[in-house]
Each structure stands twice: as structure tokens, then as C-alpha cells.
């Protein structure tokens, strides 16, 4: 029913494409200016590197390989920002300044993050944290002066070990929302908690939680996954990610219902550890490969510039949207209430939501046909009006907006994959919490 919705109202490219855009395991960098002066940056939230005890295998394969893996694929996927996410059983350990993983030619910044100069001049900037019961982002210091006291903090989820990692700069996120209860939920944001993911990738494949956490079948994607990692399907392996990808509506209901009483940041967790499915796909990578999983979607933050204070202001003001860059890189999309835009908190009734959707950008890989693109936006976690353009509040409430895409541009890729040229989430914006 949402699909049909969703679809009832859509956009298209203005012509078909001249010439098709082949697939690239290179992405071209994010190049687009807003029209309030920010800039977009892809950003990574929840990253392994090795310095979590289970990445690269559990530190089966060499560490200088894995480490190697993980910076070209955030070079390859053209990421711009890595808020990296380690275990404390190893993190903790180490001091605050070994969590950066400097390499020769890394450049330190303000000494709370770290960029790397890719091949072709394209620059990475990595902000350590952490993810166990709790998930702080961006630290600026450990959060204890001994590995034990730190991995103590780390490991628990009370008010005080929050708080402890606001204390020591960092912006408290939940990973995982789809294994916590919403009390849990309500109670970590009472303390300070600033957001919760609305997507994990680790969640979509493991069987146990799709079954026990977010209602959906076990194991039910094989069946269209299995043709990818087997090789017997003509299509791009990394379009694999579409066999599995579902809306994980059970997370998207605990973030509409934190969003009814504070403001709440939604994430999309990568949770790349390259140590899940080391067997190799038909291009010869690892079906886990840190480039592939990064490639998949990312958290696009809009920004005055790309200094550590100005993206650590962009999560915490919620300036952003989530994209599934797998269906394409988007163009011009834009949510504004008034003067806000992409997000707003405890804004009158009565004005109007303005929604631009996006085009699809020229350095998509695409044949020549266009997408389908189409929005609806939802209130308090129903759908609640359709499509782009304006559209007049006049009762209080949570909304945002998904946009949805049929990818008819990508089905020269997908060889004998057809049945997966559908509908899917393409874009999530923030929350505008209007009149609350």
C-alpha cells in the first residue's frame, strides 16, 4: 500500500540520457552548493577499523592489509567523513592519539580528527569513537585516564557513562535501535542521547535479528542474493546490496516516537568490520570488502566547512538526510519550514513544508532510461500527503520525508536480476517537529 502511494505522484529525469554512464567502483566526490551557502559531505556512521577486536577477520588477516582495505574504500567511495566506531576491547586500550591509525601523509586536525590525501587529491576526514551498548561519536579524548576505567565507561549504559562521553566531547548515538525497547530508548535520550539508527546493515543480514528485531523473514533474501555471490547472475556484485536492502520500519517507528517528545537524529549504520563474508564475488572482492559496504548509502551532512566543529554542529542540528547511494547520488533535494531547513524543533503551526525532490546526479551509472522518483511525507509516522512542493501544516506533529525511487536506469546492470527493478526508500530527511 505505501509503495502505491508512494508512487502515485512521480518525477523523472527532464530527458532521457544522451549516452548510458557506465558502472564504476570509483564514485565521483559529492559537488553540490546549497542554496543557504552549505556544502554536502558523504559521511560514514559506524565504521570499524582494526583497532576493533573483531575486524579484519578477528585479526585473522594481516592488520597492514585490512588497514590498507579500509582507507582505499573510503577513498573509492569517495566518503568524505569517517566517524569511526570501535570496539572499547581494543580501543580502549590504546591511547586516545593510536585512534586515529595515522599513516605517513595524514594530517592531524585541531587534534580531534585526522585526513588522508587520496589518489586523485579527494580528502578523508576521520573522527574517532566508539560503539558498544553506547555509541559516541566524535570524542575528543578518552573518556577515563586508564584503558580500564575507559572500557568500564564503554561497556555500560547508564546516565553517568553518557554523560561521561558528552563530557569528553562527543555526540551520543544509539546503534542498534532495532534490538532496544522505545522505554530504553526514551530514557537514554532523557540523559542526552542525540540519535538513534534508523538503518543497520549488519541488522538486514543476520536472520536472528530480521526475525526477532524487525519482523521480517529470516533468511528470506538469499534466494535473490544467492545469484550475486554465486556468479551465475550477469549483473554489477554491487548491486547485490538491493537483494537485501528492506525499510527497517521497526527502527523508523522507535525514532517517530522519540521524536514526539525531543529532537532525535537518524542515522544509517554501515558497521563495515570486514570480517563477515571473506569469500569472494564475482569481481574477485570480498562480498564484505570495506569498499563495498561503504559504497552502499551514507549519512549526506550539510556544512559551512569541513572543520571537525562544523560536522560535529551538522549532527547535533540534524543537517542532513540519509541516502542509499547504491540507487544513485541525488540532486537538489531540500526540506525547508520557514527558515529552517533539512530540520527544525519546537516551530509554530501554519506555515508550509517545502519539499524539492531530487534528480538523479550526471555521475550516476545509469542507461538511458529514466528513474522513478516520487515523496511522501509522513506525520507522526504515517503517510500523510505526497508528492514535492508545498504543502500547508496546520496541525502539530512529527514530519519528514522519504523519497522513493524506481531504478529503471539501473536495470542494464542488473542482468537477469529484473524482479529487483522497484520501488525502494531512496532518501530519508530529518524530523521537522512542528508545533510541539
Request: hydrophobic share 40%.
Amino acid at each position: 500500500m505505501l509503495w502505491l502511494i508512494g508512487c502515485a505522484e512521480t518525477t523523472s529525469l527532464d530527458t532521457a540520457r544522451a549516452a548510458p554512464v557506465p558502472w564504476s567502483t570509483v564514485r565521483a566526490p559529492l559537488d553540490e552548493a546549497r542554496a543557504d551557502g552549505t556544502r554536502l559531505k558523504r559521511a560514514i556512521i559506524h565504521l570499524h577499523s582494526p583497532l576493533s577486536h573483531d575486524a579484519c577477520d578477528g585479526h585473522e588477516m594481516d592488520t597492514a592489509t585490512c588497514l590498507a582495505d579500509f582507507r582505499a574504500g573510503l577513498c573509492n567511495a569517495a566518503i568524505d567523513v569517517a566517524f569511526v566506531t570501535d570496539h572499547p576491547s581494543m580501543a580502549a586500550e590504546h591511547p586516545y592519539d593510536e585512534l586515529f591509525n595515522l599513516q605517513d601523509g595524514d594530517e592531524m586536525i585541531d587534534g580531534v580528527a585526522s585526513r588522508m590525501t587520496c589518489d586523485g587529491g579527494h580528502e578523508v576526514t576521520m573522527l574517532p569513537g566508539i560503539e558498544d551498548e553506547l555509541m559516541p561519536v566524535a570524542l575528543d579524548r578518552h573518556v577515563a585516564t586508564t584503558p580500564e576505567e575507559n572500557d568500564a565507561t564503554y561497556n555500560a549504559y547508564d546516565e553517568a557513562s553518557l554523560k561521561a562521553t558528552i563530557e569528553a566531547g562527543a555526540v551520543p548515538l544509539q546503534a542498534h535501535t532495532e534490538g532496544k525497547t522505545l522505554d530504553d530508548l526514551l530514557q537514554r535520550q532523557s540523559w542526552g542521547q542525540a540519535g538513534v539508527e534508523i538503518f543497520n546493515l549488519h541488522a538486514m543480514v543476520d536472520p536472528t535479528k530480521r526475525e526477532d528485531d524487525l519482523d521480517l523473514g529470516g533468511l528470506d533474501y538469499l534466494t535473490q542474493a544467492g545469484p550475486f555471490i554465486a556468479g551465475d547472475n550477469d549483473a554489477e556484485p554491487d548491486l547485490v546490496f538491493l537483494a537485501i536492502y528492506e525499510e527497517q520500519a521497526v527502527s523508523l517507528e522507535r525514532w517517530d516516537a522519540l521524536n514526539a517528545v525531543a529532537p532525535s537524529l537518524g542515522t544509517a549504520g554501515t558497521d563495515a568490520h570486514e570480517n563477515a563474508l571473506p569469500m569472494a564475488m564475482p569481481d574477485g572482492e570480498r562480498v564484505d570488502s570495506y569498499r563495498r559496504m561503504v559504497s552502499w548509502f551514507a549519512n549526506y551532512l550539510a556544512v559551512a566547512d569541513d572543520s571537525p566543529a562544523a560536522l560535529e554542529s551538522a549532527l547535533r542540528e540534524r543537517q542532513g538526510f540519509v541516502v542509499f547511494d547504491t540507487l544513485g547520488t541525488p540532486e537538489g533535494f531540500d526540506v525547508a519550514y520557514g527558515s529552517a531547513r533539512l530540520s527544525a524543533d519546537d516551530v509554530a503551526t501554519g506555515g508550509t513544508l517545502e519539499v524539492s525532490c531530487p534528480s538523479l546526479a550526471a555521475s550516476s551509472p545509469t542507461n538511458t532510461v529514466a528513474p522513478e522518483i516520487s515523496a511522501i511525507v509522513y506525520k507522526d509516522g504515517a503517510p500523510w500527503a505526497e508528492g514535492c512542493g508545498h504543502h500547508d501544516v496546520t496541525e502539530p506533529g512529527v514530519y519528514r520525508v522519504r523519497i522513493d525511487i524506481v531504478p529503471h536506469h539501473l536495470a542494464d546492470f542488473l542482468g537477469s536480476a529484473q524482479d529487483l527493478v522497484h520501488a525502494y526508500p531512496w532518501i530519508y530527511s530529518q524530523a521537522f517537529r512542528i508545533g510541539l
